[in-house]
T-cell receptor, first 114, second 112 residues
Framework: DSGVTQTPKHLITATGQRVTLRCSPR?????VYWYQQSLDQGLQFLIQ???????AKGNILERFSAQQFPDLHSELNLSSLELGDSALYFC?????????????FGPGTRLTVL | EDQVTQSPEALRLQEGESSSLNCSYT??????LFWYRQDPGKGPEFLFT???AGEEKEKERLKATLTKKESFLHITAPKPEDSATYLC?????????????FGIGTKLQVIP
């Protein structure tokens, strides 16, 4: 158990809908990262937050947004969902988000868009 | 653009048959290279961080090494419980903090 929690574990929804994924980092970690993992693409970095502020952005679609709250938990919002958004979404956390920080991953949320 | 290529894509070993997994990378200045283990449907589990060429790290039956262009994960006398996908990732000096690029992984199956 990494100490990173994610809810829900599974999410099934329809195209065009909007969902919110939630992540709580390990105790003491200030940085949160979101990744998407599809079968044929591996882990794709989406976005990083550090202490409430956006720190780095990867291949995140405009339909997706995220935020980190004062209690350091983070939410990833996915809207206008398409079939291709079906994937595993992982959250990771690290102490500072700078230098070479080890990222610890949560168990993931499996999103299925029908 | 940072690139990570892992080979082979899949590897099947008999229990006790040692082997190595390869991670080749292209990055504009390596800040760190990471190895993770991932079981099906679960989050990646951290194994090692390597910082500079020549560095080696060991954990049980696993040993990771790093050169200027690639990293190897050596598995000595593997057991069935070592079956998993092993992911390699790199963090460059350029770009945002912790903008890590992952390879697709090597799926290892160890047969009793």
């Amino acid at each position: 158990d990494s100490g990173v929690t994610q809810t829900p574990k599974h999410l099934i929804t329809a195209t065009g809908q909007r969902v919110t994924l939630r992540c709580s980092p390990r105790s003491g970690d200030l940085s949160v990262y979101w990744y998407q993992q599809s079968l044929d693409q591996g882990l794709q970095f989406l976005i990083q937050y550090y202490n409430g502020e956006e720190r780095a952005k990867g291949n995140i679609l405009e339909r997706f947004s995220a935020q980190q709250f004062p209690d350091l938990h983070s939410e990833l919002n996915l809207s206008s969902l398409e079939l291709g958004d079906s994937a595993l979404y992982f959250c990771a956390s690290s102490i500072t988000g700078g230098a070479v920080d080890t990222q610890y991953f949560g168990p993931g949320t499996r999103l299925t868009v029908l | 653009e940072d690139q990570v290529t892992q080979s082979p894509e899949a590897l099947r070993l008999q229990e006790g048959e040692s082997s190595s997994l390869n991670c080749s990378y292209t990055v504009s200045g390596l800040r760190g290279l990471f190895w993770y283990r991932q079981d099906p449907g679960k989050g990646p589990e951290f194994l090692f961080t390597l910082y500079s060429a020549g560095e080696e790290k060991e954990k049980e039956r696993l040993k990771a090494t790093l050169t200027k262009k690639e990293s190897f994960l050596h598995i000595t006398a593997p057991k069935p419980e070592d079956s998993a996908t092993y992911l390699c990732a790199v963090q460059p000096y350029s770009g945002g903090y912790q903008k890590v690029t992952f390879g697709i992984g090597t799926k290892l199956q160890v047969i009793p």
